[in-house]
């Protein structure tokens, strides 16, 4: 290695995370939700996961995510996705405030949900769905 590429290295730097977590806010449109679903991909590169699963996560993330959805005119409201990936489960959070016309659909996105995930929360404003690695 040369003088000048050896020197270079006091101004880079790798930095080591602690974390494998991803957070990403976006607006609560159905439109933007290609974003989280990119995301979780992401993160789930660094799982044992096969594409099969992976697909069902991405597809109980969009039914989650439909809940806090608005139709029609944009608002401001948004979505808060947290992808937390431990050594023996996925967690995947979201947050908003309920849409109005979501309830409609809820019965049969709970369901799909719960055909694709290992565990689930449902509460005010907060979604919270497990998927087991090992």
């Excluded at 290695?1 to 602690?18: C, I």
């Excluded at 069902?56 to 806090?68: G, I, M, R, S, Y």
């Excluded at 944009?74 to 849409?99: K, M, Q, V, Y």
């Excluded at 109005?100 to 996105?109: N, Q, W």
């Amino acid at each position: 290695m040369s003088a000048s590429v050896a020197s270079m290295g006091k101004f880079f730097a790798v930095k080591e995370y602690p974390s494998r977590d991803v957070s990403l806010k976006i607006p609560a449109q159905a439109g933007y939700l290609v974003l989280a679903r990119l995301a979780l991909s992401a993160v789930c590169r660094l799982t044992p996961l096969e594409a099969v699963e992976v697909a069902d996560l991405k597809l109980a993330v969009t039914e989650a995510a439909n809940e806090f959805v608005t139709e029609g005119e944009p608002t401001d409201a948004t979505i808060d996705f947290d992808f937390r990936l431990a050594n023996e489960r996925l967690e995947l959070e979201l947050c908003g405030a309920r849409a109005p016309d979501a309830e409609s659909e809820l019965a049969l996105s709970r369901a799909i949900i719960d055909a694709t995930v290992d565990e689930s929360d449902f509460t005010a404003g907060r979604t919270l769905l497990i998927k087991h690695l090992q």
